[in-house]
Each structure stands twice: as structure tokens, then as C-alpha cells.
């Protein structure tokens, strides 16, 4: 069955650490991957996606992730967090069935940042 | 550029009361969804639509309504409305390719006391 797991439930990081989000999915074909944020009471906002060519992905604040095939893996990561970071992630997979191009979602990672 | 809109932001119904969550996008995309999001339990999907005048359920759609007579809107109806129902929900749309984001609604909050 397609499925996208997020391990972690809650990080917290020390600001100015580096910080990786886990992602792993379950999808027969070649997936296309999106990890979005959350801030509190506000909708969620695309933070990069990946769908061919390089494994490794920029997106916007300072974000990257990286595809791993081998691992079914699409892990997000930043090499300094800033308190503003502070948020809810979520990684989703947009999979076809039948007629619904649906995107599966994780149950999503909240992240707090000690000053 | 307005993007996904809904309306109300907040809303208190009494249980039994109904209501009308509205939705509009202006970015002429195929496919709408109505999400609710509870506390620790992700994105549940309640109706999705890929076109003006088709719409399908989603995981938990019992107790909601939709339509979409538009490309534009696709309001989420509860007719009997019940303190289950107390979660925030999401309006996305989507352009329809795979490779293609959903963009999101503010959130409307809805409590069913």
C-alpha cells in the first residue's frame, strides 16, 4: 500500500544546530515528493519538491532535501536552524489512483527550537 | 494573486447547527480537496474533486457535503454538525499532474459545542 512515514513525532534543536527530518514512503512507482510547512495557525506552505533529475533539492529557507532511492527516503535537512523554524513538517507523495492524482501525506513532525 | 481562500476563519456551531465552509481558488486548477487536521493526526482527506461537477470521498467523509458547480469554489457543507466534527480544516487545490504542488487555504477552525 503507498504510505509516507515520518519517524520523529517532535525534535527540538538548539537554534544554530543542523537539524534532518526523516521521510520514508511506500510507493510502486517512481514517486514524486514534497515537503511542506506548517507554522502555527496558518495553511501549509510548499518548502521544495523533487520529481527527476538531481537527488539532491534546494528549497526555499535555507532547506534541502535529498532523494534515496535505495532507502525509499526523502529527507529534509538544514545545516543551521533559526528559531523561526519552529513549525510542523510535513512530507507527502503524489501517487496516482485511478482517477485521483492524490498526494498521501505523513502524519507530520513538529519541531521546537531552543534559543 | 488570492490563491486558495476560505472563509470563515473561525466558527463556534452548537451541536445539530449547520454550516458552510466556502472555498475559492483563482488559479484555474483542476483538482480541490477538503482536508481536516486534528492534533497529532496529520492531514485526513474528507472530499477531493478533479473537475467542476465531479466529487469523490475521501477517508472520513461522513457527516460533510460538497459540491462543485465551478472551477472556481467547492464549499464543504456539515448538515448536523456534531462535536467530532471540532478539528481545523484545510481547502487545497491542485493543478492535477503528479509532479505538482497543492496549495492551501488559511485554515478555517471550526468548535462544536
Known amino acids: 500500500a503507498q504510505s509516507v512515514t515520518q519517524p520523529d513525532i517532535h525534535i527540538t534543536v538548539s537554534e544554530g544546530a543542523s537539524l534532518e527530518l526523516r521521510c520514508n514512503y511506500s510507493?510502486?512507482?517512481?514517486?514524486?515528493l514534497f515537503w511542506y510547512v506548517q507554522s502555527p495557525g496558518q495553511g501549509l506552505q510548499l518548502l521544495l519538491k523533487?520529481?527527476?533529475?538531481d537527488t539532491l533539492v534546494q528549497g526555499i529557507k535555507g532547506f534541502e532535501a535529498e532523494f534515496k532511492r535505495s532507502q525509499s527516503s526523502f529527507n529534509l535537512r538544514k545545516p543551521s536552524v533559526h528559531w523561526s523554524d519552529a513549525a510542523e513538517y510535513f512530507c507527502?507523495?503524489?501517487?496516482?489512483?485511478?482517477?485521483?492524482?492524490?498526494?498521501?501525506w505523513g502524519l507530520g513532525t513538529s519541531l521546537a527550537v531552543n534559543p | 494573486n488570492a490563491g486558495v481562500t476560505q472563509t470563515p476563519k473561525f466558527r463556534i456551531l452548537k451541536i445539530g447547527q449547520s454550516m458552510t465552509l466556502q472555498c475559492t481558488q483563482d488559479?484555474?486548477?483542476?483538482?480541490m480537496y477538503w482536508y481536516r487536521q486534528d492534533p497529532g493526526m496529520g492531514l485526513k482527506l474528507i472530499y477531493y474533486?478533479?473537475?467542476?461537477?465531479?466529487?469523490d470521498k475521501g477517508e472520513v467523509p461522513n457527516g460533510y457535503n460538497v459540491s462543485r458547480s465551478t472551477t472556481e469554489d467547492f464549499p464543504l457543507r456539515l448538515e448536523l454538525a456534531a462535536p467530532s466534527q471540532t478539528s481545523v480544516y484545510f481547502c487545497?487545490?491542485?493543478?492535477?499532474?503528479?509532479?505538482?504542488?497543492?496549495?492551501f487555504g488559511q485554515g478555517t477552525r471550526l468548535t462544536v459545542v
Open positions: 487545497a487545490s491542485r493543478r492535477g499532474t503528479l509532479n505538482t504542488e497543492a496549495f
Open positions: 488559479m484555474n486548477h483542476n483538482y
Open positions: 474533486s478533479v473537475g467542476a461537477g465531479i466529487t
Open positions: 510507493y510502486g512507482a517512481t514517486p514524486y
Open positions: 523533487y520529481f527527476s533529475g
Open positions: 507527502a507523495v503524489g501517487a496516482d489512483a485511478g482517477n485521483n492524482r492524490k498526494l498521501i
